[in-house]
C-alpha cells in the first residue's frame, strides 16, 4: 500500500531536497532541489527541472511528477519564463507559465517557485506567515530593482520580513566586467558597492558576490540583518549537489520553492 501523505507536509529528510534554516513561522513551507535524484541524463543528470534547457522534454515531465511527489506539493508551483528583469507575478495553481522573476502569494496551497543554476533564489515571507515569495536574483535582476518589485507586491512591512538566500555562484568563482559594477553604482550605498565587489587579477574585472548583493538591498529597504538568511551555498563548487552554468555551459536547472499551508 503507497505511503500515506498529508497534502503540503514534505517528507522528512528527503534525499537531494533541502529544506532552508531558518525560523519561517508554522505553516510556510520551503524546499530547494539540487541534482540529485531525477529522470534526465547527460549533462542534465540528473533532477533537472529546467524546460528550456535542451533536455528530454518526457524526462523533464518525469522530474516535475517526482519533485511534486517528494515535497507533498498541494498544486502546481507557479513556473515562470525569467527573463533577468524585475517584475513580480501574482501566483496561480493553474498550471500557466507566466513571464517575469519573482512570484508571490496570499494564497494557501499556492507554491511559489523559481528556477536558477548559480543566479540566486531568494525566499521570503512575513513573520505572521501570510505572504509569502520567491525571487530569481540574477545580476541584471538585482540590478533592476527585482527585490524591491518584490517586497512591493508582498505589501508587508519590511520590518516584519524574513528571508532565505539560497544556493548561488559564490564571489570567489564569479568574476564579472566594469558593466556588472557599473549598473550597480547608482543603486547601492558605496559601501556596500565596495563590499559586494572586489577587484580580480585583471583590469577591469571584479568578484561579484551576488548573496552580498541581495542582503544590502534588502537591508536597504528596511529587512532587519537579522532577519536575512543563507547565502552560503555555491553552486560552482559543489559539482555534486548543483547545476552551474558557469562552470558547464550546457546544464539543467535547480529550483527554489515556497508555500503557504492551506
Known sequence: MPEARVPGVPRPAVPGILVPDWPAPPGVRAAITTRMGGASHGPWAAFNLGERVGDDPAAVRANHRQ??????LPGPPQWLLQIHGAAAVAAASDGLIRTGDSTWT????????????????????????SVVAAVHGGWRGLAAGVVAQALAAMAAPPDTLLAWLGPAICAACYEVGDEVRAAFAGCLAADALATC???????????CDLPGLARAQ?????VPRTAIH?????????????????????????????????
Open 197 to 207: 565587489f572586489t577587484p580580480s587579477n585583471r583590469v577591469g574585472h571584479w568578484y
Open 230 to 262: 543563507g547565502g552560503n551555498l555555491c553552486t560552482f563548487e559543489d559539482a555534486a549537489r548543483f547545476y552551474s552554468y558557469r562552470r558547464d555551459g550546457i546544464t539543467g536547472r535547480q529550483a527554489a520553492l515556497i508555500w503557504r499551508e492551506g
Open 106 to 129: 496570499r494564497g494557501a496551497g499556492v507554491v511559489c517557485a523559481v528556477q536558477s543554476a548559480d543566479c540566486l533564489p531568494v525566499l521570503l515571507c512575513d513573520r505572521a506567515g
Open 67 to 72: 519533485l511534486a511527489d517528494l515535497l507533498a
Open 218 to 222: 534588502l537591508v536597504a529597504l528596511g
